[in-house]
């Protein structure tokens, strides 16, 4: 999660921001690509149960994995993915290009006597996209489990589930110029890189546009400008193919004595952040560019009770009708639940005397807007190349989903397709499958479904006729000829048949289950 709004900041870090800098950075690069400071390679050192531990905040089981090991290996894990001091003769040795000086002058350790105490993290962070799986090195604030205490209100997150998440969702698409607001450690802004001319990465934080900027120069990416600024102030004036924010969407109560957390709090009331990105960010996209972020929304009881608005219908609002509109909801939270989460996140459990505050001001504060509950989801916004009818899809998808950003991608093809009309011929996506249910002794179905195996995993029950229809899509008949032969067979008019099927065929192109012939 990244920053991008002004705040009130609480306690910051004690430790400078690090000095990027390319040739020291490129030095520190082949060091670790020769000591192959790698996830498999670090996971076959220390065992695999003990790396998944790592993810859960335990670094124990590893410590106890590499007891007495003194390789080159074993020394740069505990300093730098660990966060432990380590003895400065070992760490000279294994940075045998940068040396620990030149660790020092990054700014990602400092030299205390005869020891090398880190102050970042720089740890290995697998990737998959159309191009296929890369890895990088990504460097980032201590973490709590090195810090062993709370976080700084202006901690830099490394990839955490977020980012992780909204890497998963952005659409695989070549474009010339390319936006990451808030750009944090820089992750976004180097997955996009891959397919963009030239990406422009903002931060309110100097900070993290300091490891944004020593990450790239880690990785070898080297078409990325980085601009301090709020929002959308660095980029005045511009218009860009892609945008994509992993914006500080966390609802936080505006109390004294919540911390404020800048990785994950705008500064803003309520979800007012994501509705002022939404509001801002058509004036910066070109025609068929495309905005992609993840956000929270509140429903609040006297609009639904009113007008049966949930959230989904406010965050609808927030973004002009003539642009296209998908939001992806895909959990909500109870009041209660939101607040225990975020406390929570922030280190402070129901142990801890602040927690009862904390949860006071935060149910205090849902409380005076009237908030029932808070979606998540994925947000997308287009601003359409050509003329015709927006697309406007707020749906709830909570089962399983992969492969997504490939999805949101067919999705939106297949509705510039529709915009003319069905297409002559259809074929039945490659995973797609169907399901009968029978009742014992009954020869007839008594349910059938159409299961989609990637993308979003939509189960989509059909009636025999256009299950009758879906099986005839292979691309020797057009649509006219399936439609005439099923009105012959079920023994009904033409016009009715096409009348009941045509609107359902439709949605099953739009939800990728069928796709155009050749």
């Known amino acids: 999660m990244r920053t991008l709004k002004t705040r009130r900041v609480t306690a910051v870090s004690d430790t400078l921001a690090p000095t990027p800098d390319p040739l020291r950075s490129t030095a520190l690069a082949a060091d670790l690509d020769d000591a192959d400071l790698r996830s498999e390679p670090l996971r076959r050192l220390w065992g695999e149960e003990e790396d998944d531990a790592l993810a859960r905040g335990m670094r124990e089981p590893i410590l106890r994995s590499i007891a007495g090991d003194g390789g080159v290996l074993a020394t740069l894990g505990r300093l730098l993915v660990l966060g432990m001091p380590q003895p400065l003769a070992a760490v000279t040795a294994a940075l045998p290009r940068l040396g620990a000086d030149g660790l020092a002058a990054l700014g990602l350790a400092r030299i205390e006597g005869s020891d090398v105490v880190p102050t970042s993290l720089l740890r290995p962070q697998s990737f998959v996209d159309s191009d296929g799986i890369g890895e990088w090195w990504i460097a980032s604030d201590l973490d709590e489990v090195a810090l062993d205490g709370a976080l700084p209100a202006d901690h830099v997150l490394g990839v955490g589930g977020a980012s992780r998440t909204l890497a998963e969702i952005i659409m695989p698409i070549e474009v010339d110029r390319a936006l990451d607001l808030g750009t944090g450690c820089g992750i976004q802004a180097l997955l996009v890189a891959r397919h963009a001319g030239s990406v422009v990465a903002t931060d309110i934080s100097a900070r993290a546009l300091a490891y944004a900027e020593l990450n790239a120069q880690l990785n070898g990416v080297t078409n990325i400008e980085f601009r301090l600024g709020s929002m959308f102030d660095p980029v005045e004036g511009e218009a860009f193919d892609l945008i994509v924010s992993n914006p500080p969407f966390v609802i936080t109560p505006r109390a004294e004595g919540v911390p404020e957390y800048e990785y994950r709090d705008g500064g803003l009331v309520g979800d007012a952040l994501v509705e002022q990105f939404l509001r801002a960010v058509p004036s910066f996209l070109t025609p068929g560019g495309v905005a992609q972020l993840l956000g929270n929304w509140e429903s609040r009881g006297g609009q639904v009770a009113l007008t049966g608005r949930s959230g989904l219908d406010r965050l609808s609002s927030w973004v002009p009708g003539d642009l296209d509109l998908w939001v992806i909801q895909r959990e909500e939270l109870s009041p209660l639940g939101?607040?225990?989460?975020?406390?929570?996140?922030?280190?402070?459990?129901?142990?801890?005397?602040?927690?009862?505050?904390?949860?006071?001001?935060?149910?205090?504060?849902?409380?005076?807007?009237?908030?029932?509950?808070?979606?998540?989801?994925?947000?997308?916004?287009?601003?359409?190349?050509?003329?015709?009818?927006?697309?406007?899809?707020?749906?709830?998808?909570?089962?399983?989903?992969?492969?997504?950003?490939?999805?949101?991608?067919?999705?939106?093809?297949?509705h510039d397709v529709l915009a003319t009309g069905l297409p002559a011929t259809l074929l039945v996506a490659p995973d797609v499958t169907e399901a009968r249910h029978l009742l014992p002794g009954n020869d007839d179905p008594s349910i059938i479904e159409l299961r989609q195996g990637g993308g979003f995993a939509r189960t989509i029950t059909v009636d025999p006729a256009l299950a009758g229809f879906v099986g005839a899509c292979d691309g020797d008949l057009t649509v006219m000829q399936i439609v005439s032969a099923l009105a012959d067979l079920f023994e009904v008019p033409l016009v009715e048949l096409w009348a009941d099927l045509e609107p359902r065929i439709r949605q099953l192109v739009l939800d990728g289950l069928l796709v155009p012939g050749e």
């Open 338 to 414: 939101y607040a225990e989460l975020w406390i929570r996140d922030g280190g402070t459990t129901p142990r801890d005397a602040a927690f009862t505050p904390l949860l006071t001001a935060w149910l205090d504060d849902f409380t005076a807007r009237g908030v029932t509950a808070v979606g998540f989801g994925y947000i997308l916004v287009r601003r359409p190349a050509a003329d015709g009818v927006p697309l406007r899809r707020l749906e709830r998808v909570t089962q399983p989903v992969s492969n997504v950003g490939a999805a949101l991608r067919a999705g939106l093809a297949a």
